[in-house]
């Protein structure tokens, strides 16, 4: 898998976009940019994916560069429910069952 | 609901002691696996499973065995428990080999004492 940089923290207020960036210069072509978060003593929640087009769901957007070296995770209206460990991965479609957790970023949603 | 259910939530444990931590899934996903978190810590796999039968090792499989007797249940066993133990365990599934979202369970705290 190829190595991602996020920064360890960041705040946001609540209701204003929190955009949350991932490093991944050295991804390679058939490699997909994952999302997951954790909130406090739960287990990490998937949010969303993907290779090279920007990516919307029901919980966020995921706007990646046409070099494909990082991508930007974006919660629309952030509310204090979205404080969470936020990572970033990046590993092939097919790549066997290695999904490799980092530090990821600690998002703190403030009043 | 469908998905993952750990059992038990949370446990302390004597050193040297066998455990079994139990994990199901309604979701019919083929892949399951079994990761630890260590405080402040990312994730680690301790063991997968692509389909039933099979099994493999993870990063950090030692002290650690799973079985896949079917596709709802991945149990995972720690021998003779040791300190280094103490974790929280989360149990997960896929349909496929990673290629979409993994569901995570709410996890199983371990304290080896």
């Known amino acids: 898998d190829a190595k991602t940089t996020q920064p360890p923290s960041m705040d946001c207020a609540e209701g204003r976009a929190a955009n949350l960036p991932c490093n991944h210069s050295?991804?390679?072509?058939?490699?997909?940019v994952y999302w997951y978060r954790q909130i406090h003593s739960q287990g990490p929640q998937y949010i969303i994916h993907?290779?090279?087009n920007n990516e919307t769901n029901e919980m966020a957007s995921l706007i990646i560069t046409e070099d494909r070296k990082s991508s930007t995770l974006i919660l629309p209206h952030a509310t204090l429910r979205d404080t969470a460990v936020y990572y970033c991965?990046?590993?092939?479609?097919?790549?066997?069952?290695?999904?490799?957790f980092g530090g990821g970023t600690r998002l703190m949603v403030k009043p | 609901i469908a998905g993952i259910t750990q059992a038990p939530t949370s446990q302390i444990l004597a050193a040297g002691r066998r455990m079994t931590l139990r994990c199901t899934q309604d979701m019919r996903h083929n892949a399951m696996y079994w990761y630890r978190q260590d405080l402040g810590l990312g994730l680690r796999l301790i063991h997968y499973?692509?389909?039933?039968?099979?099994?493999g090792k993870g990063e950090v499989p030692d002290g650690y065995s799973v079985s896949r007797a079917n596709t709802d249940d991945f149990p995972l066993t720690l021998a003779s428990a040791v300190p280094s133990q103490t974790s929280v365990y989360f149990c997960a599934s896929s349909e496929e080999q990673g290629a979409r979202g993994y569901t995570f369970g709410s996890g199983t705290r371990l304290t080896v004492v």
């Open positions: 050295t991804i390679s072509g058939n490699e997909y």
């Open positions: 993907g290779l090279k």
């Open positions: 991965i990046v590993r092939a479609y097919n790549a066997g069952n290695m999904l490799t």
């Open positions: 499973s692509n389909t039933a039968g099979t099994t």
